[in-house]
């Protein structure tokens, strides 16, 4: 279970890593031209561990809502190339980390057909206000920086 853990954070540095690179080249080429790069990259990326593990995939195999996938997969990585260099990468993931979150309870709520245990919630609402803190954080900041001017009277 620990390996699955550390890969699973390895993950969301690679994750942050390419949101950055994919932000800069946004700004020069544009994002969906960043989006384009990205997937034919990974493309040609995934073809050459595939053909040297020989494990090459039947594509007629897959169901067509399996390719939603990958629009999904594309438009994701699209709109992050937009808007990472617009808000930063810190308000960036937050926002997106927490679209996650929000839309993880969604698809557990459709798929078992119940709410999820009041625990999970709890865990889901902490999840969320630990996001938001260096929303917070740094508001605080700007009001010390610049602070509302006093009336006089």
């Given amino acids: ?47 050459v561990v595939l053909l040297v593990l020989r494990a090459w995939p039947d594509v007629t195999d897959a169901p067509v809502a399996a390719y939603a996938g990958g629009v999904f997969g594309a438009l994701f990585v699209a709109v992050n190339s937009y808007v990472f260099p617009r808000l930063g990468a ?24 119940a709410l999820p245990a009041p625990i999970r919630l709890a865990g ?3 999840v969320l206000l630990g996001l938001g803190l260096p929303r917070l954080s740094a508001r605080l900041r700007q009001r010390e920086i610049h602070p509302c001017p006093t009336e006089k009277k």
């Fill in 90 to 113: 810190m308000s960036a993931s937050v926002l997106v980390i927490s679209g996650q979150v929000l839309s993880a309870v969604i698809i557990d709520c459709v798929q078992h057909r």
């Fill in 1 to 47: 279970m620990l390996f699955f853990v550390v890969l699973a954070l390895l993950n969301g540095v690679l994750i942050g890593t390419s949101r950055t690179v994919n932000g800069r080249l946004s700004t020069r080429k544009g994002a969906f031209r960043a989006s384009v790069w990205n997937h034919v990259v990974g493309f040609v990326f995934l073809s």
């Fill in 124 to 126: 889901v609402v902490l």
